[in-house]
């Protein structure tokens, strides 16, 4: 029993209310009326339940939603407070009105360079590095003069999802009363103006006329003008925006009456101009064709209704508006006031006045140029159809390249002679070539300036071509015998040549030897080499060694014949018979 006490008893220091006893079994009488209540809440016959808050509870709430756990609220009441957000786990976010300061402190300048502010200009709230000011020759931490005022410390802002898209949020609305005070300064401006021109009008005695009999007995066109002049004068701009039309219908303001402009049937939708859909591309987005939609049909783009948007973009005044505007731009640089908008006239005369300068300059630099150098003969050259030979004449070919309709084409001739055939020759000179000499063909003579002899010069050639090939034999033949004296020395220099034989082949016999033993120390170094490379290969990356002592230099004959030996080929079909 002492166990049981003690377990049931409320934890110690008893400072929460919270009691861990789970909550006592309803009797079946209970259970019957808290049901009973409940559908006479649902009929709207009984009043709502009401949480702690005072809040009425929705009675088609499930009672596993609006019952709350016997181990959080010690009350048992049904509330709906643990299904709302709960205040201490809400993100606190800035007001609307909330935004970054501007500017510096205008308040509190300092007149002393204080420790850790920047050096340049002197302020606390940044350094050196991130200072905006012009770099000063001697910074303000060794003058001590001009120190910049601080900036604000920023405050950290954060907002909801309706601040960060707050487009006019920290928009100060008094910015807006500096174009009000422009606006109403040129109003001021314009009335004052107005009453100096009736001044003067006054004094010139214009006004008398508008209202003398004259005027008023049939002359009203004389000064009709003067009085559209003063009405449009009196007239703001703004009164005229009713009677602009909207984009897409006409808008009567006198009768309020709206008219629809219908598309004109003609017209046709750029897409459906060309249905191949290989032809010019259609952005629906921007309802831009640019291309050309009738480019591979053959018409001419200048006798279609639509080019494609590149067509009028390049065509007509398009292009001098953009050079002028270029023009523009260029002159607005150099320090011309001129503004296409502003002053069309003044631009187009400026521009005008411009080219027919530039042109004079280029004229005259051409002029000193060829006075300097010359080369005036070179600039008068035929047009480039004539140097280029290009005509319109048709010329039509066979599939074997002969001519079947028009003229054949001229061969282009260079500036030497040729076809010349001189002396009855039927060749020319350089047709017959034999041992490295030129000739004739047609005499196979390898004279250039003989006469030619035809069939019996090349019976000749020939005879004479095989006379030479049999004189060596003959001369063979026909050598004088030697005397003693002339084979004595012969026999000399052929033992000089057998002792020089001799002694050149032991020197040979000692280099093969010397060549054999250092390809055998260079096949020892690379077996050496191999093992140590293959050690390497089965060690870890990061334990290799590196090659830091490694030398660098030209490898000897003997090391690239071992290297060669030793070298293995995957494709050899004895290369697993090379070690053994």
């Not at 107005?194 to 006329?209: C, I, R, T």
């Not at 292009?319 to 260029?330: D, K, N, R, V, Y």
């Not at 000739?439 to 035809?454: E, L, M, N």
Request: charged share 35%; net charge negative; proline share 5%.
């Amino acid at each position: 029993m002492a166990s049981g006490a003690v377990a049931n008893a409320p934890p110690a220091g008893g400072g929460t209310d919270v009691s861990l006893e789970e909550p006592k079994k309803m009797t079946r009488e209970d259970w019957r009326k808290k049901k009973e209540l409940e559908e006479q809440r649902k009929l709207g016959n009984a009043p709502a339940e009401v949480d702690e808050e005072g809040k009425d509870i929705n009675p088609h709430i499930p009672q596993y939603i609006s019952s709350v756990p016997w181990y959080i609220d010690p009350s048992k009441r049904p509330t709906l407070k643990h299904q709302r957000p709960q205040p201490e786990k809400q993100k606190q976010y800035n007001s609307s009105g909330d935004w970054y300061k501007r500017g510096v402190q205008e308040h509190a300048v300092a007149t002393r360079y204080r420790k850790g502010a920047c050096e340049n200009c002197g302020a606390l709230t940044h350094k050196k590095k991130d200072c905006m000011e012009r770099p000063r020759k001697v910074g303000a931490k060794y003058t001590g003069m001009n120190i910049a005022p601080d900036e604000h410390v920023q405050p950290q802002l954060m907002f909801d999802y309706d601040g960060k898209r707050d487009r006019w949020n920290g928009y100060n609305p008094e910015e807006h009363m500096k174009i009000v005070e422009e606006y109403s300064k040129v109003d001021l401006a314009k009335r004052t103006l107005k009453a100096q021109k009736l001044q003067e009008e006054l004094a010139s005695g214009k006004l008398e006329q508008v209202n003398s009999p004259r005027h008023q007995w049939g002359e009203e066109e004389s000064n009709s003008q003067t009085e559209r002049d003063h009405n449009s004068e009196d007239e703001d701009e703004d009164k005229y925006a009713d009677d602009i039309d909207m984009p897409g219908q006409n808008f009567d303001s006198k009768r309020r009456i709206t008219v629809r402009n219908l598309r004109i049937r003609e017209d046709i939708a750029k897409y459906l101009r060309n249905l191949d859909p290989n032809s010019a591309y259609y952005d629906p987005k921007t309802r831009a064709m640019r291309e050309n939609p009738y480019a591979n049909t053959g018409k001419n783009p200048d006798e279609v209704g639509y080019a494609g948007d590149n067509f009028v973009r390049y065509t007509g005044d398009t292009i001098s508006m953009a050079q002028t505007q270029l023009f523009a731009w260029e002159a607005y640089d150099k320090g011309s006031e001129v503004h296409l908008q502003a002053d069309p006239t003044k631009l187009e005369l400026l521009y005008k006045s411009f080219k027919v300068k530039k042109e004079d300059f280029k004229a005259q630099q051409k002029e000193s140029i060829l006075e300097k150098y010359g080369g005036q003969e070179h600039l008068d050259a035929p047009p480039p159809e004539l140097l280029l030979a290009q005509t319109e004449d048709y010329v039509e070919y066979s599939r074997h390249g002969t001519v079947i309709k028009g003229q054949e084409k001229a061969i282009a001739c260079s500036k030497y002679e040729e076809d010349v055939k001189i002396n009855n020759h039927t060749c020319i000179w350089g047709s017959y070539w034999k041992e490295g000499k030129w000739g004739y063909k047609c005499c196979h003579s390898f004279v250039k300036y003989s006469y030619c002899t035809g069939e019996a010069g090349k019976e000749i050639a020939n005879t004479e071509a095989s006379l030479m090939e049999e004189q060596p034999e003959d001369e063979e033949h026909m050598t004088k015998p030697k005397t003693l004296m002339e084979i004595h020395q012969e026999k000399q220099k052929e033992k000089k040549k057998k002792k020089h034989k001799k002694s050149s082949n032991s020197d040979s016999e000692g280099e093969e030897k010397k060549k054999q033993e250092k390809l055998k120390k260079a096949l020892n170094a690379e077996e050496a080499r191999l093992l140590h490379i293959k050690e390497i290969m089965q060690l870890d990356e990061r334990k290799r060694p590196y090659n830091s002592q490694y030398e660098t230099r030209e490898p000897t004959e003997e090391e690239m014949e071992a290297y060669r030996m030793k070298r293995q080929r995957p494709d050899d079909p004895m290369a697993s018979f090379l070690g053994q």
